[in-house]
């Protein structure tokens, strides 16, 4: 089976700019969780969608959402993007359940100047 | 909510020497773990994973992690590193709820092995 990707793999913004990342899950998998990580605050988990609908969410501010559509695909938008925006974004899927085990891509590196 | 502490930030080690990378978590009920590693440029990859049962689980790589539940930790060991194992480690976890969904990650280890 393909493992998760993402798109793109790397971004470069401004400040005040919006940006959009995709996520496609592996087959099968109907459940993708977005998640941040920065060299000063770690992993952090950002939203998680299971059948086009957010189920469980970090504490972000309102400026990161996100969707995921009925292929199992999802993206995440950030609008209004700030310096501390600059980050690893990871996809994971997983099938839910009590032994659900996540699967991660390879990340969106977002640069934002 | 759940937290996970990864006391080791950086480890330096020579080749063949034994690991054992800590790690505690806190919740209030049940919960699944993992440990993940992340080469360096490449993506988060699971070593191994508990979810019941024998609290020693095998991973990939000659990886082994035990689950001991009187002290909330799941400790990663492997008997002899090898340069290859160089690599961040992160501990986490999930509360057992079936809906979940959301892993809670330590700090991470930075292991560095030395030839």
């Known amino acids: 089976k393909a493992g998760v990707t993402q798109t793109p793999r790397y971004l470069i913004k401004t400040r005040g700019q919006q940006v959009t990342l995709s996520c496609s899950p592996i087959?099968?998998?109907?459940?993708v969780s977005w998640y941040q990580q920065t060299p000063g605050q770690g992993l952090q988990f950002l939203f998680e969608?299971?059948?086009?609908?957010?189920?469980n969410k970090g504490n972000f501010p309102g400026r990161f959402s996100g969707r995921q559509f009925s292929n199992s695909r999802s993206e995440m938008n950030v609008s209004t993007l700030e310096l501390g925006d600059s980050a690893l974004y990871l996809c994971?899927?997983?099938?839910?359940?009590?032994?659900?085990?996540?699967?991660f891509g390879p990340g969106t590196r977002l640069l934002v100047l | 909510a759940q937290s996970v502490s990864q006391h080791n930030h950086h480890v330096i080690l020579s080749e063949a020497a034994s690991l054992e990378l800590g790690c505690n978590y806190s919740y209030g009920g049940t919960v699944n773990l993992f440990w993940y590693v992340q080469y360096p440029g490449q993506h988060l990859q699971l070593l191994l994973k508990?979810?019941?049962?024998?609290?020693l689980v095998k991973g990939i790589k000659g990886f082994e992690a035990e689950f001991i539940k009187s002290k909330f930790s799941f400790n990663l060991r492997k008997p002899s590193v090898q340069w290859s194992d160089t690599a961040e480690y992160f501990c986490a976890v999930m509360p057992n709820t079936g809906t979940a969904s959301k892993l809670t990650f330590g700090t991470g280890t930075r292991l560095q092995v030395t030839l």
């Open positions: 087959s099968g998998h109907r459940s």
């Open positions: 969608y299971f059948s086009e609908t957010q189920r």
């Open positions: 994971a899927s997983s099938v839910p359940g009590y032994r659900e085990t996540q699967y």
């Open positions: 508990y979810f019941s049962g024998d609290p």
